[in-house]
């Protein structure tokens, strides 16, 4: 069995070889291979660029429905999308274990490779890092996310959100953590639960397309629906009352949340979106969505209302009220 050894980040013929038969073999595209200690890009044609960073550090490497490598792409991919930038490279880091099987590290390669492919993106520089067996679990990823915006009339901000905005999520929420922990644990509970890992910017640019009065976006990943929903109001000094009976959750995940003591509102998802939008344009975003694989469980769950506490109120099922709060401590650890 290959394995990575300490050889692989010395910077010699070892290591030389692991970035040729692995990574380049994968990743390859001109700009990467210029092999330069940076990568030389031509000048984008743009209005503004956007730029995000991401971890990864899941455990387990591989999930029902995907895996660290898929996983950090969508991650970065997403995170440009939701703010309305069209994902133009990426650069990936890996700080790798020594004794880590090579065959597993090429598995995610491979699911990075074609997990760009599909979003229409190359991984245009990377570094690698070996740590001694212990000091780390495995391998740990990091991505960096660069994107355009063409037009700066269609800059997302929290603070273009008003009362009377609807609030809309684009399927079932919780499936990726819930599917990440019934994993780890070994549970043995037979459930029909995938993680919902999925690359969002064709469905962002769905949204775009149909309507100027996007206020916002965003991901509900780590601390699910209610942490995402209460950052917005942070932001945006607004208020929201989201009702219970609308937002889409699978029986299933209900039933592994009660079950565990989790609240399915906060638990992480790795392939929806939340969007704002105004109250004129809602139907036809909605629609839009629906249309969309990724968006066909869309709901409209609430709307912003005229409240300077920013607070976050839950209309439950049995017609009463509650205050949805942010999130406290960690409630699933490497999620993501």
Request: with cysteine; proline share 2%.
């Amino acid at each position: 069995m290959r394995v990575i050894t300490l050889a692989h980040g010395s910077g010699g013929r070892v290591n030389s070889d692991l970035i040729s038969n692995i990574f380049f073999k994968h990743f390859q595209n001109d700009i990467l291979m210029q092999q330069n200690d940076s990568s030389l890009l031509q000048k984008l044609n743009c209005s503004k660029i956007a730029v995000t960073t991401d971890s990864f550090v899941i455990r387990p490497l591989f999930f029902p429905g995907g895996d660290i490598g898929k996983l950090s792409i969508c991650g970065t991919i997403n995170d440009l999308a939701v703010s309305g930038a069209k994902p133009v490279y990426l650069t990936a880091a890996f700080i790798i274990e020594e004794g880590l099987n090579i065959d597993t590290l090429e598995k995610i390669v491979v699911s990075m490779a074609q997990t760009a492919k599909k979003a229409n993106v190359n991984i245009i520089a990377g570094d690698t890092k070996v740590v001694e067996r212990g000091k780390g679990d495995k391998i740990y990823i990091n991505t960096t996310g660069i994107g355009i915006i063409e037009d700066d009339n269609r800059i997302l901000s929290a603070n273009n959100i008003k009362g009377g905005d609807i609030v809309i999520v684009s399927g079932t929420l919780g499936d990726h953590g819930i599917c990440v922990i019934n994993e780890r644990e070994d549970l043995g509970i037979s459930v029909d639960i995938k993680s919902d890992c999925s690359l969002l910017n064709i469905l962002t640019q769905d949204i775009l397309e149909v309507s100027e009065n996007i206020k916002f976006m965003r991901d509900p990943t780590r601390g699910g629906l209610a942490t995402t929903l209460n950052e917005i109001a942070e932001l945006g000094k607004i208020s929201m009352v989201i009702n219970e009976k609308d937002i889409p959750i699978r029986d299933e995940v209900i039933g592994m949340c009660e079950l565990l003591g989790f609240d399915p509102l906060y638990v992480a998802n790795e392939g929806k979106l939340v969007v704002i939008a105004s109250r004129d344009d809602a139907e036809k975003v909605l629609e839009a969505m629906k249309k969309n694989p990724l968006g066909r469980d869309s709901k409209i769950i609430g709307e912003v209302i005229d409240d300077n506490r920013n607070n976050v109120y839950l209309k439950t099922k049995i017609q009463g009220t509650r205050l949805l709060t942010m999130g406290e401590g960690e409630l699933l650890p490497r999620i993501c």
